[in-house]
């Protein structure tokens, strides 16, 4: 039988954080909804405190002291992947701590399933895959090279239009003087102004890290204020961008080569956001106006577009997939311009992968919209890893099959 190995980051217990876990909202790149993993969301800081940093203090905001742990994974969703995976073979546990490298040399699994989003460092996601690579183990996704470009959002976007891929105008800034650069005129950007607006965020981050709606600039001197707020917090480059106005959708992938396809479209409706909300999913969407009581109806799959448009934002994702060198699965997210072109904003081959349909976890919703249950959705990317590297995996009828609307 097929050995499976499963790598993972587990969320620390409640019981290991500082602070009561009752008033903390959850942090994860994912959104929250009416029932919660909650365990495999981030828990820091009271959401009533978080909501008043957001409009007194930028550099307060989404920082609190466990945000490191964001993008790990609780047991609920740990549990489901690995009775997924139970179908296709023997599964071995294999959390990605100090002790990783012994237990995989120790165990010598078939192929690992990789969901390790690491801790430290700007290569922290290409730690598991590049263990499995010294010690000649097949794994699961994208190989260590591609998890640390794509986490990188200034080199992806530099790979991209160095192809010609669609990407918004951008510039990186490392200190306050490459802040002033922008705001003199000195680099690719214009000027922020209302008319011209910038779009600035940590540089290799989660989607939900340091971003609100006060990294929507449209004046020098909120540039250098939130800037200089985020460039503390964070002690990372930031990533400047010309805002793009139109529709933003993510986009699942599903296979290698000539096979891969693009999921059904998720499209955000940023019409159910509060009167004067700026457009985008950030901090304020995620973790203040959609709330359990509350919740925020801002997702659409499949988005109501037109075919053409359709059409037109899957060539980008693939063709991004491949150029990118991502395999087996991914997340792209994808914004128009002001005429309606599909710009790529980025690209996560680690993508987030909630169980529970009302975590709203956008690669799980798109797979359901295709007619696929959680279980072969986390079935398939290991087959296709499997069939990439020849690892024979058996093929079995998933024991739950979820109906779709």
Known sequence: MTRIGFAYNQKPAASQLSEPVSDRPRGDDEPP?????????????????????????????ATAQDDRFAEWDGPETIDAVADALGDLGTVIRLEADDDFPA??????????????????????????????????????????????LCLHKGRTKE???????????????????????ITRGETRLPVPSEKSP?????????????????????????????????????????LAETFLPGMEFTCGVLGNGKDAVVLPIVGMNFGTLPEGAVPIYGFEAKWIWDRPENPLDIFQCPADIPEALRAEIEQVVLRTYHLLGCRDWSRIDVRL?????????????LPGILPDPADNSCLPK?????????????QRCLTHAAARTGVRVPRRTPRRLEVVA
């Open 33 to 61: 909804s009416t029932r919660r993993d909650l365990s495999s969301r981030n828990l820091s800081t009271p959401a009533s405190a978080l909501a008043a940093a957001s409009i007194a203090a930028p550099a307060s905001v």
């Open 103 to 148: 237990k995989l040399r120790a165990s010598r699994p078939d192929i690992v399933f990789n969901i390790a989003e690491g801790l430290n460092g700007v290569n922290r996601e290409a730690h598991v895959p590049a263990i499995c690579e010294f010690y000649g183990v097949p794994y699961s996704g994208s190989d260590p090279f591609t998890l640390t």
């Open 366 to 378: 798109a797979a359901r919209a295709a007619g696929l249950s959680y279980d072969e959705l986390i």
């Open 198 to 238: 910038l779009f600035i965020k940590p540089v290799h981050e989660g989607s939900s890290k340091g971003i609100t709606e006060r990294n929507y600039i449209t004046s020098p001197a909120a540039l250098m204020e939130t800037g200089e707020a985020l460039l503390d917090a964070y002690d990372q480059p930031l």
């Open 159 to 181: 790979t991209l239009a160095f192809h010609g891929v669609p990407t918004a105008p951008f510039a990186l800034a490392a200190s306050l003087a490459d802040l002033r650069l």
């Open 337 to 349: 311009d002001a005429a309606g072109a599909p710009h790529i904003v980025e690209v996560n081959p």
